[in-house]
Nanobody
Framework: QLQLVESGGGLVHAGESLRLSCAAS????????IGWFRQAPGKRREGVSCISRTGNAINYIDSVRGRFTITRDNARNMAWLEMNSLEAEDTGIYYC????????????????WGQGTQVTVSS
């Protein structure tokens, strides 16, 4: 059974950077597409970025494109979300998720979830 553990969240000021990590165990990560999602208080969980199992397909939501970078290393069973120029609107709990294949980078496409890591950006 695939298990995912996120780390790297924290409290930063606007304009600063964070790097989130997602460590997988229990199964080979190269069997899955990976997504990073976030959920702000009172809002729905939204897909921030997704990457295919080979890394050939990558998607970002418009609000983070050019600021965030998703990467993965299947040999290390790891994925990352590099977040630069953070804004207060980026605040939320960030989740790493894995699924067989994504099309929309949407919540229903992913069946395995980590516990989340809190990102707080103060303005």
């Amino acid at each position: 059974q695939l298990q995912l553990v996120e780390s790297g969240g924290g409290l930063v000021h606007a304009g600063e950077s964070l790097r989130l990590s997602c460590a997988a165990s229990g199964s080979d990560l190269d069997r899955y597409d990976i997504g990073w999602f976030r959920q702000a208080p009172g809002k729905r969980r939204e897909g921030v970025s997704c990457i295919s199992r080979t890394g050939n397909a990558i998607n970002y939501i418009d609000s983070v494109r050019g600021r965030f970078t998703i990467t993965r290393d299947n040999a290390r069973n790891m994925a990352w979300l590099e977040m630069n120029s953070l804004e207060a609107e980026d605040t939320g709990i960030y989740y790493c998720a894995a699924g067989p294949k994504y099309i929309l980078c949407a919540y229903p496409e992913f069946g395995h979830w980590g516990q989340g890591t809190q990102v707080t950006v103060s303005s």
